[in-house]
């Protein structure tokens, strides 16, 4: 004897799905978005960031801070001749505000 609720269920699958699209005949393919190509800028902000990393200029006196950012920012302009003015500018702020302590929080 057939029960009501495996006749229920056959009706429907017959009546609003196709066996295709009952089982799942293809795989799951994640798909990768294409690697994007770096810009010059991007290239020179995580090169001038390395730099400060590594050459230690957290921390060090204002005076000297300045003077390593005007060598660098020539070495990169020369490295980046894509680079237009304003966007040397714009890397210079933001190695500026990198190499900046972080902020002490005040104990509340």
């Known amino acids: 004897m057939v029960s009501k609720n ?3 269920h056959s009706t429907i699958s017959q ?3 196709t066996p295709a699209q009952l089982m799942n005949t293809t795989k ?4 990768k978005e294409p690697v994007r190509a770096a810009t010059p800028f991007d290239q020179a902000r995580d090169e001038l960031f390395q730099q ?4 230690g200029v957290i921390g060090s006196a204002s005076e000297d801070q ?3 950012f005007d060598n660098t920012m020539q070495y990169l ?3 980046y001749y894509e680079l237009a003015p ?3 500018e714009q890397l210079r702020v ?3 505000r990198f190499a900046q302590p972080p902020k002490a929080r005040k104990a509340v």
């Open 6 to 8: 495996s006749r229920f």
């Open 15 to 17: 009546t609003f799905f």
């Open 28 to 31: 799951t393919r994640f798909r």
């Open 52 to 55: 400060i990393m590594r050459c």
């Open 66 to 68: 300045t003077d390593w």
């Open 77 to 79: 302009a020369e490295r």
């Open 86 to 88: 304003s966007e040397l």
């Open 94 to 96: 933001l190695g500026e």
